[in-house]
């Protein structure tokens, strides 16, 4: 049985099938042309959630059958995605060290595709490290954005690839979806249901088609869907946010924010809409860790304590119970006397290291092994219990921390 989310099995995998952007999938539009011409560059597409960009990305690859790699810039690390640009690579110059006169990229005539979700959300350096493998064509690079990339994605990245923009479905877009998404579910709709539906999804296909699935799985007998019925599967899509979105981080950030106001209410508030959205546990529970010593720090350093107990608890209770765990915790950092006093002090620290680099460590606390060290001046006059500045000469006397 095909188990995928509805959104996923009605993914169209060519251009016929997808709907709406004329301009872009149409039958004059500049992806059909490009792809009729095999000219195929790198892209930026920006748009809203759920208009269309990743499924034209796969179309794009299946089209020119090419390898794709899909990744999230915001779960994935660069790593990752150099991983699969090295393996490509090596792909390539093995076939020039096999004295093939060719690539074997080429000679197979198969392009990687580098698809990444969400690319605004890879910084500067990052996205540079993308540059090379755009330029030496190892890569055809497609960037997915809902962020204005003359402002996200960086300029050389920009100049070399054609940005493309995705508007928000219009309603009958999504009337067209919507027909598809009942004929696969087998269902019926009554017209004002259909209606409300086609407006509250906002010209977002992925929010329309996973409403429709979960009216679909609230109504046990194959009846028509009512108004009532995707009023309430609407209220119930919107708390399942999409956790790799904008709304994941306003939510942990206002969470975080809430407990540093000392604020309990709201950080419950937050915390309980984490949880009924499918937050990883362990996502806000390493939040909690990291807050405990920032926030809080020498003013009770328990909360540290605590706050790992949390994280535990949750590695090994997991859903639903560990949410009492998570409450518990929230309402000790939230109502605990706060202290940055450790962490400022130590970005000052960091800041005079960034700024001078590995300064010489004075020769009395350096550690002297042998014989030659000794007679270096290594450890000599060694005062465990002074109260002589201990930090390199260029920055002697210097406080970070007070008191
Ligand atoms: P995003 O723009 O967020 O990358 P997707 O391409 O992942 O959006 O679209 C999410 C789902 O919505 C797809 O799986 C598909 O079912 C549907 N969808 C989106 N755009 C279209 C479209 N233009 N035509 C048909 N279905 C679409």
Known sequence: MDTRPLADKLRPTNLDEFVGQ?????KQGIIRKLLESGNISSFIFWGPPGSGKTTLARIIANTLSARFFEFSAVNTSIKDVEKV???SRTRLTEGEQLGLG??????QGQKTIVFIDEIHRFNKAQQDSFLPFVEDGTIILIGATTENPSFEVIGPLLSRSRVIVLNLLEPGDLKKILERGLEELHRSINDDAADFLITSANGDARTLLNTLELADQLVVHKKSLTLP???QALQRESLIYDRAGEEHYNTISSFIKSMRASNVDAALYYLARMVEAGEDPLFIARRMVVFASEDIGMADPQALQVANAVFRACETIGYP???ENLAHGAVYLAKAPKDRSAYEAYMEALEDVKRYGNLPIPLHIRNAPT???????????YQPYTKESLLPEKLKGKKYYPG
């Not at 004329?22 to 149409?26: D, L, N, P, R, V």
């Not at 014989?371 to 006059?381: A, E, F, N, P, V």
Request: some cysteine; charged content about 35%; proline content about 0%.
């Open 22 to 26: 004329e301009k872009i999938a149409g």
């Open 85 to 87: 640009i090295g393996q």
């Open 102 to 107: 060719q690539r074997v990229g080429e000679q």
């Open 229 to 231: 019925i995707i009023k």
């Open 321 to 323: 119970e560990c949410r």
């Open 371 to 381: 014989k030659l060290m000794k007679q270096l001046g290594y450890g000599k006059d």
